[in-house]
């Protein structure tokens, strides 16, 4: 299992996500700009003294990304899928990917894989989305259930 954030924006977000990673031992892939340093002082707190425990890889972009995991699957996250992460069959070599905080991934990328782009269920749909680390962790321990418990 993999997780992919595209172009992190809040370095807080980062490091509650690389604390998650490293707890999971899950792979933590960061791709192209971020808008933080990762040896930031805020990311490093949030990860507190985790951070030596998290495998994190960069990536200049998503080419680069399908490139260092030929033999994964790539799942897009995002509030306008219609597939509820519910309703979705997970793997051990997906590789779930995130976009930025205050934009989300592309709609070319997500129209072109639109097969494999899965959302968190909003049950009060006055709200717009959830904190990216949250969904994060909601989504990698769904999948981590998923596969843990099939094997």
Known sequence: MYVALVEPEIPHNTGNIARLCAATRTD?????????????????????DYWD???IQRERDL???YSSLPEARFLYFSTKAETSLWDFNFESNDCLVFGPETRGLPES?????????LKVPMINLKVRSLN???????VLYEALRQTLHAS
């Open 109 to 117: 990328l997500l129209r072109a894989n639109w097969d494999r782009c």
């Open 53 to 55: 425990e998290v495998s």
């Open 28 to 48: 933590l892939h960061i791709v192209g700009v971020t808008g933080f340093r990762l040896d930031d002082r805020a990311v490093r707190r949030a990860g507190l």
């Open 63 to 65: 080419n680069a990304l």
């Open 132 to 138: 990216l680390a949250n969904t994060v962790a909601i």
